[in-house]
């Protein structure tokens, strides 16, 4: 089975997914929507889950770093309701406190510049999340 992990901003959503064997998360894209109108891109990500025939999605929850939920908390979990009101798949949230703070940090040692890093770190971030949901589930196994 194949697991699609998601990063959720206020304007574009990171996606990822993992190979058949649920081992290596691999970055896919980063889809683009209006301020905090997620539902936009729901075509486009039915057609990536359908594509790889996912079984879950994994989306990061973006606690605060002292564990506290916040506003980006609150879209997060509206945006799972979207999810789960247009698609017959789990969906399970993963803590995603630093991912977008390493995905820059990966993009910055590979010397890559601001503009492009801008266009990338959703995706990393989303790469990030699921192959922490994908370890941790294999230390569990």
């Known amino acids: 089975m194949r697991i699609i ?4 901003g206020t304007k574009t959503l990171g996606v990822a997914v993992s190979d058949n064997t649920e081992t290596i998360s691999t970055g896919l894209t980063t889809l683009r929507f209006e301020e905090n109108k997620p ?7 039915k057609e990536i889950i359908n594509y790889y025939n996912a079984g879950l999605i994994v ?6 770093m002292n564990n506290t939920l916040g506003d980006a908390v609150t ?6 309701k979207v999810l789960n009101n247009n698609f017959d ?9 630093l991912s977008s703070v390493s995905a820059n940090n990966i993009l910055i040692s590979a010397d890559i510049s601001r503009k ?6 959703d995706t990393i971030a989303a790469t990030i999340i699921l192959q922490s949901y994908l370890d941790k589930r294999k230390e569990r196994k």
């Not at 539902?39 to 990500?45: A, E, Q, Y």
């Not at 798949?89 to 406190?97: L, N, P, S, Y």
């Not at 492009?116 to 770190?121: I, L, S």
């Open 59 to 64: 989306i990061g929850l973006p606690k605060n």
């Open 75 to 80: 879209r997060t979990r509206e945006f799972i």
């Open 89 to 97: 798949i789990k969906v399970v949230e993963q803590d995603e406190r």
């Open 39 to 45: 539902s936009m891109i729901i075509d486009d990500l």
């Open 5 to 8: 992990g998601l990063d959720l």
């Open 116 to 121: 492009k890093r801008k266009k990338k770190v």
